[in-house]
């Protein structure tokens, strides 16, 4: 359980600043790429909310 953990931990560590430094990459501009980084978390939070919310059901 704790190997599932630590591996969902380094994909999530890897994906969110991969995202930002290939937006960044594309649209040229730096603001851009923190846009993305900052949608990604809050698109995570309204998913955890959303299971939540269907578990309580």
């Given amino acids: 359980m704790f190997a599932m953990f630590a591996v969902a931990g380094d ?3 890897t994906a ?4 930002a ?6 649209s040229g ?4 790429g ?6 990604f978390p809050v698109i995570m ?3 955890l909310l959303v299971l939540m ?3 309580r059901a």
């Fill in 16 to 19: 969110g600043p991969s995202l």
């Fill in 29 to 32: 501009k730096i603001g851009t």
């Fill in 53 to 55: 919310k269907k578990r």
């Fill in 34 to 39: 923190i846009l993305s980084a900052i949608i």
């Fill in 45 to 47: 939070f309204a998913l």
């Fill in 21 to 26: 430094g290939f937006v960044t990459d594309l």
């Fill in 11 to 13: 994909i999530g560590c």
